[in-house]
Each structure stands twice: as structure tokens, then as C-alpha cells.
């Protein structure tokens, strides 16, 4: 059972462009949202959060965005550059999870020049 | 710039041998979590701890692996005996709760081969 899901193994966007990453969850009680990015060799990197209250978050070129009664998380990197080019990981905790993080399995972003 | 730090950062072992890799956590951080990346399973958690005490490792294949932290500054993940399907990439992360949330900050990871 997979709670936390990344339907697109890989995306490939030009340099310049909006690069937009999906996330799908089916646990409501989930109140924290993250973004991971991890580059080959290197652990994963925290990116960005959102909590449940808010429906948008912003830190530079990367905003997530939140849709509750879609259960629906997406995270807009504006512009890309290169050395965006990872897998990007979402992650949700909350509700009878405690502590742990539910991880998505990944989508693979290549932006090229 | 404070930082997850893991040992080894590869390890290459045979079959039934024991396996033990550190993890030193951020300073301050009373978290504590060991997980393990495959191809096929992706990023699964293994086991975690707060406050040295273990929460949940219900993750871990419990006759073969075991995790402790014998202090604030080391966590410890012991394989015995190894196995080939062992072979992975484990990270360990470290966070502190604010309020109900709570952010994970990861190490390098080892990356561990068993022949």
C-alpha cells in the first residue's frame, strides 16, 4: 500500500522553462509535506515543506503547492537550470505515522541547456 | 555548516560477514532515522530513534539487523550475517521536531556490497 506516490519516473524540461513535479498521497491524516532532492552518490536534501494550513509555500525559483481535497502535492521549480537535473523525492508525515517520513518513489528531472 | 556524517561511505563484504555502519548526527537533534535505498523498493525506513530511545523498527529484518544508539552523538547499524539482498544504500538522517513538524536532514549514505 503506497501512500505517498510519484506517477512519473522521469521528466525531461528545458533550461529556462517551469519544471513541474507531481505528488499524490491517500492518507488524509498527513499534515507536513516535503521535497527532497538528491543528486547520484548523495543523500537526499531538504528542499522545501508545506503544512497542511497552508496551500502554498515559496523559497526562491521552488514553490510546492498544496490540494488537500485532491490529496495532491506539486512542486514548480521557476526557471530551471542544469544543476536542477536529480530525483526529486515528496515525503509526507503526520496523522498515526509519528515521526516517519513516507517517501514517494522518486521522479528523475533532466533540464537541459 | 553542520552536517549528517556516515562511515564508511562504501563497504564491499562477503557473504555471512558482520556489518557495522556509524552515523553521527547534528549536533542537537534528538532524531534519529535509518533507511535503506534499493532500486526496486526505493527510500524504506528501517528503524528510528528519539532521545536514543528506539520508536519503531519494524522495518528492520529483525534476526539479521539491529540499531542502537549507544550515545547522543552515534547511531550504529549492525548487519549479522550479511546476505547479497543486503546490498544497498543506507542513510542515515537526523531531525528535531518544532511543534508537530519535523524536517530530516541526511547523511552521504554507505553503500554497502555483500558477495
Known amino acids: 500500500d503506497q501512500q505517498v506516490k510519484q506517477n512519473s519516473p522521469s521528466l525531461s524540461v528545458q533550461e529556462g522553462r517551469i519544471s513541474i513535479l507531481n505528488c499524490d498521497y491517500t492518507?488524509?491524516?498527513?499534515?507536513?509535506f516535503l521535497w527532497y532532492k538528491k543528486y547520484p552518490a548523495e543523500g537526499p536534501t531538504f528542499l522545501i515543506s508545506?503544512?497542511?494550513?497552508?496551500d502554498k509555500n515559496e523559497d526562491g525559483r521552488f514553490t510546492v503547492f498544496l490540494n488537500k481535497s485532491a490529496k495532491h502535492l506539486s512542486l514548480h521549480i521557476v526557471p530551471s537550470q542544469p544543476g536542477d537535473s536529480a530525483v526529486y523525492f515528496c515525503a509526507a508525515s503526520g496523522g498515526n505515522q509519528g515521526g516517519k517520513l513516507i517517501f514517494g518513489q522518486g521522479t528523475e528531472l533532466s533540464v537541459k541547456p | 555548516d553542520a552536517r549528517v556524517t556516515q562511515t564508511p561511505r562504501h563497504k564491499v563484504t562477503e557473504m555471512g560477514q558482520e556489518v557495522t555502519m556509524r552515523c553521527q548526527p547534528i549536533l542537537g537533534h534528538n532524531t534519529v532515522f535509518w533507511y535503506r535505498q534499493t532500486m526496486m523498493q526505493g527510500l524504506e525506513l528501517l528503524a528510528y530513534f528519539r532521545n536514543r530511545a528506539p520508536l519503531d523498527d519494524s522495518g528492520m529484518p529483525k534476526d539479521r539487523f539491529s540499531a542502537e544508539m549507544p550515545d547522543a552523538t552515534l547511531a550504529t547499524l549492525k548487519i549479522q550475517p550479511s546476505e547479497p539482498r543486503d546490498s544497498a544504500v543506507y542513510f542515515c538522517a537526523s531531525g528535531i521536531r518544532i511543534g508537530y513538524q519535523e524536517t530530516q536532514y541526511f547523511g552521504p549514505g554507505t553503500r554497502l556490497l555483500v558477495l
Open positions: 492518507n488524509s491524516m498527513f499534515d507536513y
Open positions: 508545506i503544512s497542511s494550513i497552508k
